[in-house]
């Protein structure tokens, strides 16, 4: 059963510094994985998707890199602005059949100016 | 429309009573996917919509729960004999029939079953 797992579950940073949320997954078969921000109260917004034969992707102040033998993907935000204070979930889809996300917990980021 | 949209936003309901919340897709979106979020959580499959057919109801927790999507659109997940366990944000993704297999959510209706 896949299971995924995001460390640390909360950071708080001042404004300017850069950041790197982990995420790692039990089983290495995934057919893509998918970073998401979450506000306060809201719903997911998809930030970056990273297809199973790829390495990262690449959106802005934002880096996602996927390894996919190790099980681990990396979010980087660089130059971090309180803008960025959100909750930060990454989920995987293990076939293109089934298309069912399966969640991290997420790492509540707060940053500070 | 231009994301999809989910009704009502709030919900409070008493313990027993049954309950419907409502999802519209982006428009064109064959694919639809109820999800469910405790507080503190990541959010938990709980159904997958190809067209007007379940193609995975493996999440539903009971018999409780039900959802369907009648014309391939609109979709309506409903839980019957509700109780305080049922208390989540439940949320509503679509995709578009594509090989990248990425989701756009709703803002989830958050029940509160009191």
């Known amino acids: 059963k896949q299971e995924v797992t995001q460390i640390p579950a909360a950071l708080s940073v001042p404004e300017g510094e850069n950041l790197v949320l982990n995420c790692s997954f039990t089983?290495?078969?995934?057919?893509?994985l998918q970073w998401f921000r979450q506000d306060p109260g809201k719903g997911l917004t998809s930030l970056l998707l990273?297809?199973?034969?790829?390495r990262e992707q690449t959106s802005g102040r934002l880096n996602a890199s996927l390894d996919k033998s190790s099980g681990r993907s990396t979010l980087y935000i660089a130059a971090s602005q309180p803008g960025d204070s959100a909750t930060y979930l990454c989920?995987?889809?293990?076939?293109?059949?089934?298309?069912?996300?399966?969640f991290g917990t997420g790492t509540r980021l707060q940053v500070f100016p | 429309g231009a994301g999809v949209s989910q009704t009502p936003s709030n919900k409070v309901t008493e313990k027993g009573k049954y309950v419907e919340l409502r999802c519209d897709p982006i428009s064109g979106h064959t694919a639809l996917y109820w999800y469910r979020q405790s507080l503190g959580q990541g959010p938990e499959f709980l159904i997958y919509f190809q067209g007007t057919g379940a193609a995975d109801d493996s999440g539903l927790p009971n018999d409780r729960f039900f959802a369907v999507r009648p014309e391939g659109s609109v979709s309506t997940l409903k839980i019957q004999r509700t109780e305080r366990g049922d208390s989540a944000v439940y949320l509503c993704?679509?995709?578009?029939?594509?090989?990248?297999?990425?989701?756009?959510f709703g803002e989830g209706s958050r029940l509160t079953v009191l």
């Open positions: 989920a995987v889809i293990q076939s293109y059949n089934t298309d069912k996300l399966i």
């Open positions: 990273i297809q199973s034969s790829q």
């Open positions: 993704a679509s995709s578009s029939d594509s090989n990248t297999g990425e989701l756009f």
């Open positions: 089983d290495s078969a995934i057919y893509n």
